[in-house]
């Protein structure tokens, strides 16, 4: 582990990306939905020449733009800034392994920014032919860097058959990518599909003006479903084996699963049953429940996402802490201070003159000292003390043997969790440590 820990308290750090990235999902799948809603509504509205209706959608776009690419930009960065800081390892690995897949994305915004401006500054000046064009270079460049964002966020699920040895494309092409290129691109249009519905809701239209709107946007919801429903199984069935058992292993991972399916199952039949009612039904209040529902289905499927990918953060390649699964063997000879620098500082500004090679001949009480910083290094990425994972709830009902024996045998307590990674000595300082914290706790 070549880089220090970012510990936090109650929550972990790896909780914080969550934190940046589901706010930034979001707003991201409205952004890439909406460029092809929007280009589609202008486009039909120019063919029946209704006034009222161009200066409804004018104001769309103003929304639309100040909302996604403000928003959108800013919480892209913080993602950047969140996963630095968090998980500098997997960063590292992902930069490497996609050098020319982020350029690329980076092009795609780009495009997808201009477009955007061009969109809503050049209103009137562009002919509608050209107006329309522009809306879909948009809609096509977003879609673009969702499908290169979606094979990297992909492959850190199913690496597949990836090797250090073979480079960009296996690891792009994984077997996720396609279910979830689809499952994104639904979730897209049918975001946009419902956040649109809200706004048109909250316009003053005429109801004739309404329903014409509505009808269009519920065609593209249907869409983005059924693109949704198709993606969304495919995915269930090529998680791999050790995920599948997260979901219904973990209390939390497979309540949300149910709350996703039973969300999405909602959202059609109220589409359903609003594609065959006009714009009446579509009030601010229903439209508003309609969001909520896409952004619980959004917020629910990202979780899943991660919690799933357990123990790893690229599957078979780097553990949660940090480790690569090749390094494991190095971790069990030379031990898991003597390969973590940070750790040996931390341990050396708090025990001066400290010597790995003589942690087992330390009195009690530095011992536990050590056991903490082990903690910090090795487990604290899934487990705060209390709050997410609170390992002192944990422990506190378990006997010194128990702590002693999961400590031993950590994968085979929890599949979700890595193997241990040190040597004997540590272990028994970390065991100490934990006995001890149970013992605090009653
Ligand atoms: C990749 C994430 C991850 C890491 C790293 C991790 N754990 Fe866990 N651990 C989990 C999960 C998930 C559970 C299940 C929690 C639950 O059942 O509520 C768990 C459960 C446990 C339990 C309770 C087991 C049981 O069956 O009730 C103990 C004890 C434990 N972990 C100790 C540790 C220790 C010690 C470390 C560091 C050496 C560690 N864990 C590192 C994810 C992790």
Redesign the pocket.
Same mark, same amino acid.
């Given at each position: 582990m070549d880089y220090p820990v970012w510990y936090v308290p109650f929550v972990t750090a790896p909780m914080l990306i969550p934190a940046v990235a589901i706010p930034h999902v979001i707003v991201a799948q409205f952004a890439v939905g909406g460029g092809f809603l929007l280009a589609d509504l202008v486009r039909r509205a120019y063919g029946t020449g209704n006034e009222a209706l161009l200066a409804c959608l004018r104001r769309l776009a103003r929304f639309f733009v100040l909302l996604t690419l403000v928003f959108g930009a800013v919480t892209g960065v913080g993602i950047w800034w969140t996963i630095g800081l968090t998980s500098p390892e997997t960063t590292s690995a992902l930069i490497h392994t996609f050098v020319f897949g982020w350029a690329s994305e980076w092009v795609a915004f780009l495009v997808e920014l201009a477009a955007a401006f061009a969109f809503y500054a050049l209103w009137d000046r562009l002919p509608p032919r050209q107006h329309v064009a522009v809306g879909w270079v948009y809609a096509i460049a977003a879609w673009v860097s969702l499908v290169l964002i979606t094979g990297i966020t992909a492959f850190m699920l199913t690496s597949g058959s990836w090797t250090p040895q073979r480079g960009f494309f296996t690891a792009f092409f994984n077997p996720s990518f396609v279910p979830q290129v689809l499952l994104r691109s639904g979730g897209s249009l049918a975001l946009a599909a419902l956040g649109i519905g809200l706004f048109v809701s909250l316009q003053a239209l005429a109801t004739a003006h309404k329903d014409l709107l509505i009808g269009w946007i519920s065609r593209w919801a249907l869409l983005g479903m059924g693109l949704l429903l198709a993606g969304g199984v495919w995915y269930l069935l090529v998680m791999p084996e050790h995920a599948t058992l997260n979901l219904l292993r973990?209390p939390m991972l497979l309540i949300m699963l149910l709350l996703n399916l039973a969300v999405t199952l909602a959202v059609i039949v109220a589409l359903a049953v609003g594609h065959a009612a006009g714009s009446a039904w579509l009030t601010p209040p229903s439209a508003f429940f309609l969001v909520l529902a896409g952004i619980v289905a959004i917020t629910t499927g990202e979780f899943i996402r991660e919690g799933a990918r357990? +123990?790893y953060r690229i599957e078979n390649y780097i553990l !949660? +802490?940090g480790v690569r699964v090749a390094e494991v063997p190095q971790f069990h000879e030379q031990g898991f201070i003597a390969r973590t620098p940070w750790l040996r500082a931390y341990l050396q500004a708090r025990l001066p003159g400290f010597d790995p090679a003589r942690l087992a001949a330390l009195p009690a009480p530095q011992q536990e000292t050590v056991g903490e910083g082990i903690?910090r290094y090795? $487990?604290a990425? $899934?487990?705060a003390l209390w709050g997410y994972?609170g &390992?002192v709830p *944990? @422990?506190l009902p378990w006997t010194p043997e128990l @702590?002693a024996h !999961? =400590?031993q045998h *950590?994968h085979l =307590?929890?599949p !979700? &969790?890595?193997p241990?990674l040190g040597n004997e000595a540590e272990r028994q300082a *970390?065991t100490a440590y *934990?006995v001890q914290l149970g013992r605090r706790g009653r």
């Open positions: 973990a357990k +123990p !949660a +802490p903690f090795h $487990c990425s $899934c487990h994972n &390992m *944990l @422990v @702590v !999961a =400590t *950590l =307590t929890n !979700a &969790m890595p241990w *970390l *934990l």
